[in-house]
């Protein structure tokens, strides 16, 4: 089991950066992909980046070029670096960890952290 925390989240104007951490406070996040995740009111809560336990990358559409998700299993943690923040881009965004054994996934979430981009 892991037990995540995301901080990293505040407020910030369209064209800015912003850099989420998520630790891992119990557990090691090098036996899992880890992810990131972003929930806006109303809406759906949406993938926006993943990185394996190899270190393959994956990125949502709508972030590519701009955001980089990276890991540092030494420090248990993952980071997502946003630069070019849009204000659709306002969302409480939420680490995952992910993996499989024996034929059973196994899934944890982090609490969110809120990101809020002003026009």
């Known amino acids: 089991q892991v037990q995540l925390v995301e901080s990293g989240g505040g407020l910030v104007q369209a064209g800015g950066s912003l850099r989420l951490s998520c630790a891992a406070s119990?557990?090691?996040?090098?036996?899992?992909?880890m992810g990131w995740y972003r929930q806006a009111p109303g809406k759906q809560r949406d993938m926006v980046a993943s990185i394996t336990i190899g270190g393959n990358t994956n990125y949502a559409d709508s972030v590519k070029g701009r955001f980089a998700i990276s890991r540092d299993n030494a420090e248990n943690t993952v980071y997502l670096q946003m630069n070019s923040l849009k204000p659709e881009g306002t969302a409480v965004y939420y680490c995952n960890a992910r993996r499989t054994r024996l034929g059973r996934e196994y899934t944890y979430w982090g609490q969110g952290t809120q990101v809020t981009v002003s026009s």
């Open positions: 119990r557990g090691t996040i090098s036996m899992y992909d």
